[in-house]
């Protein structure tokens, strides 16, 4: 059984900085893309993120610069780490994992990031 599981939200102030985790167990992790979505309150799911299989990574633009995204094969994690926070990252990331021969995909739960003063 596939799980996908996010940790690592909360509440932070603008500025501030925080690592959302994923955790993917059930797959062979080596075989799958990961990326980050988020979806704020009343809008659609968007793209923040991704890191192929081979270690490439690429970012939405509007967190390009402040947001890194990395693997760590060995323990089947993905981290999204986020600095220079604004309150327009508030929303519910998601953790997606994609095969990268069959397209074959498995969402997380989300876990909510709130940027607030």
């Known amino acids: 059984q596939v799980h996908v599981v996010e940790s690592g939200g909360g509440l932070v102030q603008p500025g501030g900085s925080l690592t959302l985790s994923c955790g993917l167990s059930?797959?062979?992790?080596?075989?799958?893309?990961i990326a980050w979505y988020r979806q704020a309150p009343g809008k659609q799911r968007d793209f923040v993120a991704r890191i192929y299989n081979w270690g490439v990574a690429d970012y939405a633009d509007s967190v390009k610069g402040r947001f890194t995204i990395s693997r760590d094969t060995a323990k089947s994690m993905v981290y999204l780490r986020m600095n220079s926070l604004k309150p327009e990252d508030t929303a519910d990331y998601y953790c997606?994992?994609?095969?990268?021969?069959?397209?074959?995909?498995?969402w997380g739960q989300g876990t909510p990031v709130t940027v607030s003063s």
């Open positions: 997606n994992a994609v095969h990268h021969v069959t397209g074959v995909e498995y």
């Open positions: 059930g797959i062979t992790f080596g075989l799958y893309n």
